[in-house]
């Protein structure tokens, strides 16, 4: 017991840190969650128990909200980002120096900038007179207002723009990871490149295709800033995905206690993605 | 071993750090000092308020030998600076002697039991019969006492283009009387002058309480009395026809097509957009906005327009059909407050009687582009002089209204926000906008309110 003890010794701060930095927030947001707090306006809080919860699961705004950041979520974590990394990344193994060099600088420059500078940037491409339509104009094609008319998918198209880098760095290295004589058989075999991609690539990075998906699914769960900066959630409540509903009831609303019971459920949802992909990682091929 | 050593030190570091800090805010209570928290532009170069806060601090320092003044300018956006004062309010050993509070949640901060009631101190003050009766009443909590003494004010109208009123056959002295004068001139201009946007009404979320305050409720203040708070009753009205109606106005100018595009209307940028683009590019007619937008376009501003004074005209809001006063106009501002923890509120007192002295009261409303709530400040020739319009701007003082004060005011704005929001976008009818606001502010009060038809 003693040996245990002096053991974790060394480890005590750290322990005290995480205890008092990472599991202290956690419980006071727990705690928080199940009170009515308010910002402001308000001489004491009290304890409501699960109220905050019934009141999201019977708000049609919270349920709107659900609905959007899975649509969001699949759409340019899912579909978006893993899909065109893995594209980006096979087709750069086979692209010559310097076209590999500038891609991979454009796309990892997409990733590096800051979210709120994303934001604004994506903004001004997206907006009514911004640079995507003087493109459509020029081309002589018919315009866009998406960020009016299907503002989920203009965010949805920012994230992807936005979080492909990352797909398409996990994707290099878990093909660079394929060993050469593998598909070299494969190709004398007389295996065409689709075949080949189902029946050779994609089995061997399986691990990373899990990782990668469930990366990019908690990260794009949380993004705010992006969405944001482009629409507010707007208009109306058709952009409003749960990070921003959760800071519009609590910042905007005052209403601190709902608006950290959001942020629970929204754990929640993160919980369930994870719990399928690892589901989904646990089985043999 | 080695590699926790700097993890212990760290820990170590920052045990220590709290502690000394914690031990260092106590400590702090000095007899002779008032601390004086503000807000701070989040813009380094705006150094207005900064600049006269501190020329105040200078003359109190000479005029109370031995006295210091500490300030504490806060930089953040509003929502923060609301966030960090109610906090350092909180405790006694950070609550500043004086604080500069928003009249927009000084209701809020009342209810919390974070401020002291000024009423000793405003009884024996000369300077407290110079204020105007509204703004007497801007910082006046539920219980009939005083928390606050404003520091200027704004109020709400039209501006209008004249070269624009030309081409459209529009008089240079336009005075519409009823809200459908200032529809039908925004429709002769769509008809002959196209290109130009012909009515701004600030509305959705995007703009946030300035389409609450300078859109919805300058329209919903013109159809009759208490349409959003009956202080009698002293609930919120629900059902209301000046609601409805309002909601049909923002309806007819976003479906009509007299406003800007609905996407631009409902974006963040809209305001900016407004004042640095539209107006000065006369691509605007008609703007209902607030009286500071022309410092703006002074040569200090952000977009110098030197012609401004002459091109834009200034008309009185109307009510709905014209009712006596037959202008509205609704007013904001801010109050130097002293919070109920204060440690030196003698002291801090003496530091409003120097702020709200004529001449300070003077010197910041010529300087901050705010509106004199002294009368004797009005009058004087040179606040008249110091930015064009504002004889115009101060004149609907007289009429103006503030927000209701209450703490669940700012609830109902952010209901109101999206009532219009849904409206303009077309996502919902006048009617089922209405509707569901009624929703929202009886379960924001717990049904605790006053339905009228």
Known sequence: MIRRLLRWSPLAPATVLLLLFLAGPVGYCGYLAVTDTQLTGQESASFVGLANFRHALADPEFRNAVLLTLVFTVVSALLGQNTLGLALAGLLRRASRPVRTVTGAVVITAWVLPEIVAGFLLYTFFERRGTLNAVLAWLHLPTQDWLFTLPILAVSFANVWRGTAFSMLVYSAALAEIPQEVTESAEVDGAGGLRRLWHITLPMIRRSIGTNLMLNTLQTLSVFGLIWALTRGGPGNRSQTLPVFMYDQAFVKSLIGYGTAVALLLLVVGALFSAVYLRLLREEV | ?453
């Open chain 2, 1 to 453: 071993m080695r590699s926790t050593t700097p993890v212990a030190l760290f820990t170590a570091a920052v045990l220590a750090a709290g502690a000394l800090t914690g031990c260092g805010s106590g400590s702090g209570a000095d007899r002779n000092t008032v601390k004086v928290a503000f807000i701070k532009d989040t813009n380094n170069r705006v150094k207005v308020r900064d600049d006269y806060v501190a020329l105040v601090a200078r003359q109190f320092e000479k005029a109370n030998p031995g006295k210091k003044v500490k300030l504490i300018p806060v930089q953040a956006s509003e929502n923060d600076y609301y966030t960090k004062i109610q906090q350092m309010m909180r405790s006694p050993k950070t609550a500043p002697d004086l604080v500069y509070e928003d009249t927009f949640l000084i209701s809020s901060d009342i209810r919390a039991g974070l401020l002291r009631p000024l009423d000793p101190y405003l009884k024996s003050w000369d300077g407290w019969r110079q204020f105007e009766p509204s703004a007497k009443a801007a910082a006046r909590g539920q219980d009939g006492r005083t928390y606050g003494v404003p520091d200027g004010t704004d109020t709400r109208g039209l501006w209008f283009n004249r070269t624009v009123f030309a081409k459209a056959g529009l008089p240079a002295d336009w005075h519409p009387r009823t809200w459908d004068e200032v529809l039908d001139a925004a429709r002769t201009i769509k008809r002959k002058v196209p290109g130009v946007i012909p009515l701004n009404v600030f509305t959705g979320k995007g703009a946030g309480e300035a389409a609450v305050m300078q859109g919805f409720e300058m329209l919903l203040y013109g159809t009759g009395p208490d349409q959003l708070y009956d202080p009698a009753a002293k609930k919120w009205v629900t059902g209301t026809r000046g609601f409805r109606d309002s909601l049909r106005f923002l309806d007819t100018v976003y479906r009509e097509k007299l406003g800007p595009e609905v996407s631009d209307a409902l974006s963040p940028n809209i305001q900016t957009n407004v004042a640095a683009e539209l107006l000065p590019e006369q691509k605007l007619a008609i703007d209902l906005d607030g009286s500071w937008l022309g410092q703006q376009w002074q040569k200090t501003g952000g977009t110098p327009w030197p012609q401004w004074a002459r091109t834009l005209g200034q008309a009185p809001f109307p009510t709905q059909a014209g009712a006596p006063p037959g202008r509205v106009s609704l007013a904001g501002g801010w109050t130097w407050s002293i919070p109920a923890r204060a440690p030196q509120p003698a002291l801090a007192w003496k530091l409003i009687e120097t702020f709200q002295s004529k001449a300070n009261a003077l010197e910041w409303c010529t300087r901050g582009a705010q509106l004199a709530v002294r009368k004797d400040v009005a009058a004087d020739p040179r606040y008249l002089t110091s930015v064009p319009g504002i004889g115009f701007f101060t004149q609907l003082v007289a009429v103006s209204r503030y927000r209701p004060a209450l703490p669940a005011y700012p609830q109902v704005a952010a209901a109101i926000g999206e009532a219009t929001e849904a409206v303009t976008a077309g996502d919902a009818t006048p009617e089922q906008a209405a509707s569901r606001y009624d929703d929202t502010v009886r379960s924001l009060t717990g049904g605790a309110v006053l339905t009228k038809p």
